[in-house]
């Protein structure tokens, strides 16, 4: 019987991508906008709590199965079933995360009457 008694999990800085070239006169207010994505992912931010390297951590400690191949099995299946319950939440939070995300970029050159969604 093979057994998880400890585990590393970590959570790696959320990864940003922007498609707008350096020379446009938006890049700033999308960096600004992309970079307030990145804080919501901080504690206490609307974001914060998901995708929590502990959570999943203890998901997987005390998992068990007769072989490695089923353990490893088993882990696969806890974390993408995780993921997917993560997922879910981002897509859910994502109109406000996006609304918040637009105050902050709005307020940054160029800028216009109408804009985003702040």
Same mark, same amino acid.
């Given at each position: ?52 390297? =502990? ?36 897509? =859910? ?12 970029? =709005? ?12």
């Amino acid at each position: 019987m093979y057994i998880i008694r400890d585990a590393v999990v970590q959570r790696s800085a959320p990864q940003v991508a922007m498609y707008v070239p350096s020379s446009s006169q938006f890049y700033y207010k999308v960096w600004i906008h992309e970079q307030e994505h990145v804080q919501q992912f901080g504690p206490g931010r609307i974001l914060g709590d998901l995708y929590n390297a =502990d959570e999943l951590r203890n998901l997987i400690m005390g998992l068990s199965a007769p072989t490695v191949e089923q353990l490893s099995a088993l882990v696969s299946d806890v974390r993408n079933s995780y993921l997917a319950l993560q997922n879910l939440l981002l897509r =859910d939070r994502a109109p406000y995360a996006e609304r918040e995300a637009y105050q902050v970029s =709005d307020q940054s050159d160029p800028r216009y009457v109408y804009q985003g969604c702040g």
